[in-house]
């Protein structure tokens, strides 16, 4: 790769390292700020190599020293020395960089300006850039994932650049060895790696994307070739190597952004795998998605078998994006890649159109084949009939032109003959005459009628289809019809068992409104009788109160 800027990340799970402490003595690091005014000016001389360390990095001393013109000039990187040789700052959170803009097509690169910021973005997420953002983070937990999905996002529009830009300069057609096509597939897993669920095993928590890459083929048909293919790849023994292959495979077939959109809709599924914040579940992922349809030009060609795809570590390279920036290309070159990749799209579409046109005419041509069989086969019958009429005529031509020249010869060899024999020759001539007319009407009446007869077989054809047609609607009115016969029959069984069922609460109404009535003209009897003893009481206690006075 050009570019003097060679900055490396190591991708491994663990903590993050930071060289902007002056000793181990000091808890947390001073904010960077850039200037801006020099950030739109490239410094007097090239940055040195920086080693930048992600989240899950090994822990390394991060060293950078600036150059003195930087120093001198008072640059906000003149901060970030290496005072201190074994400086190093863990950070509990996983920041992703922010990245600007991808380079606009024709350029070389970034612009020495533009390469600054990315540098400084990425110093930013080691933890160069200061306890700011840690800080809104602790304070918002959803700031981090939203941060950690938009650098990824801008990391994915980097490499699908990159590589759609360097697979046009190649003539399109790539391997797995080419280092922008591996770093394509290296930002692609961790953007399938982020927010993933942890799944507890013997051997501890796994996490792998091999699980919601195998529900593609739930979702698109044409996706279990690819599934079985990798299933049956000799050589995978790990989720992780599974689904590094499954990526290829989609790449190969022009299909992985069908297949990214068809897997982001369906987030009730994706939810399984994934928390509610992950790339996947956002926005963020169906955009990569759209981006991926870019990719729909190249041709790439991988060879599998053989392949170490288990034990490969997902290293993304930003040195291929952090180099020095060049002269843009003339803009007649950007016009012609543009009309060329319109051109190729075009012609895919006319291609899809004309495969369908192809279709659909050969489900005529089918369909005329069968009616020009059965015309055939009717012209047939009909010539058998006109060969059989014209077979006759030639006998009667044969008898006809015998009585001619039998009469010539009667005439020549007895020219004195009766008058009476010459007559009856002649009559007998003039009725075959007639004879031979009348055969040739018959034949043209014949040859009228097998034209009406064909003309009358078409439109009984056509009369037998629309009958069909209306025996068809019939019979699905009929089936309609028994259907709701059916329903209603099933409503009034309902109906009459709810009847029966209230026809005999009715009657347990009625037997215990009658109990009811006996019961209450007992009471009405029995308080009679209390009111007649009450009455024959109180006369009694009247009367011993009488007599005790």
Known sequence: MEGKSQGVSSYIEGEEVCGNCEDQGIQKCQAVQPNTEELDSPPASPLPPPIFLYPGAKKQNARSVPPKSLRAAGHPLQDYSHNSSSSSLSSSSSWQPSFPDPPSPGSGGLSPSSSLQLMMMMMNYTGVGGNHNNEKAQKNPNYLMANERMNLM?????????????????????????????QFFVVMEHCLKHGLKAKKTFLGQNKSFWGPLE??????????????????????????????????????????????????NRKDLLSEFYEPNALMMEEEGAIISGLLVGLNVIDANFCMKGEDL????????????????????????????????????????????????VNNLQAKVDALEKSNTKLTEELAVANNRIITMQEEMERIKEETSYYSETSKKVNKQDRTADGQALSEAKKQLKEETQLRLDVEKELEVQIGMRQEMDLAMKMLDKDVCEKQDT??????????????????????????????????????????????????KQ????????????????SAAHKLLQKHH
């Open 154 to 182: 801008n990391m994915a529009k980097l490499s699908i650049k990159g590589l759609i830009e360097s697979a046009l300069n190649l003539g399109r057609t790539l391997d797995s060895d080419y280092a922008p096509l591996q």
């Open 215 to 264: 529900l593609v083929e739930k979702l698109v048909p044409e996706a279990s070739e690819i599934t079985a293919s990798v299933k049956d790849l000799p050589g995978l023994r790990t989720p992780i190597g599974r689904g590094r292959a499954w990526l290829r495979l989609a790449l190969m077939q022009k299909k992985l952004s069908e297949y990214m959109k068809a897997l982001i």
């Open 310 to 357: 288990d034990s490969q570590v997902g290293v993304i390279d930003f040195s291929m994006y952090l180099k020095e920036g060049s002269i843009a290309k003339c803009s007649e070159g950007d016009g012609q890649i543009t009309a060329i990749l319109d051109q190729k799209n075009y012609v895919e579409e006319l291609n899809r159109q004309l495969s369908a046109t």
């Open 471 to 520: 025996l068809a609607a019939l019979r699905q009115q009929l089936d309609d019809l028994r259907a709701l016969k059916h329903e209603l029959s099933f409503k009034l069984q309902g109906s009459d068992l709810a009847l029966k069922q209230k026809s005999e609460l009715n009657s347990r109404l009625e037997e215990k409104t009658n109990q009811m009535s006996a019961t209450v």
């Open 523 to 538: 009471l009405e009897q029995s308080e009679k009788d209390l009111v007649k003893q009450a009455k024959t009481l109180s």
